[in-house]
């Protein structure tokens, strides 16, 4: 039980780290596409791609819940 307390913090600064990450790899390669080698943007693709990642399973996990849902009330 300690450990969650201890850790609380993690979880949002995670998701404001992932979606920092999107918004600097995206307002720097944009304008120009050669800077996707320069090793700080090599260093945020990692975090903006889990940030990706990670909200588009929580996204269709919750339509997956939803239909499942609907489906099971049809059949009963």
Same mark, same amino acid.
């Given at each position: 039980?300690?450990?969650? +307390? =201890?850790? +609380?913090?993690?979880?949002?600064?995670?998701? %404001?780290?992932? /979606?920092?990450? #999107?918004?600097? @790899?995206?307002?720097? %390669? %944009?304008? =120009?596409?050669?800077?996707?080698?320069?090793?700080?943007?090599?260093?945020? %693709?990692? &975090?903006?791609?889990? @940030?990706?990642?990670? #909200?588009?399973?929580? /996204?269709?996990?919750?339509?997956?819940?939803?239909?499942? +849902? #609907?489906? #099971?009330?049809? &059949?009963?």
């Amino acid at each position: 039980m300690d450990c969650d +307390r =201890k850790y +609380r913090w993690a979880r949002p600064l995670s998701s %404001v780290t992932g /979606i920092l990450a #999107l918004i600097w @790899f995206r307002g720097r %390669v %944009v304008t =120009k596409p050669p800077r996707a080698m320069y090793p700080c943007e090599r260093v945020t %693709v990692p &975090f903006a791609n889990s @940030f990706i990642v990670g #909200l588009t399973s929580m /996204i269709r996990s919750t339509l997956a819940y939803w239909k499942a +849902r #609907l489906l #099971l009330c049809q &059949f009963l």
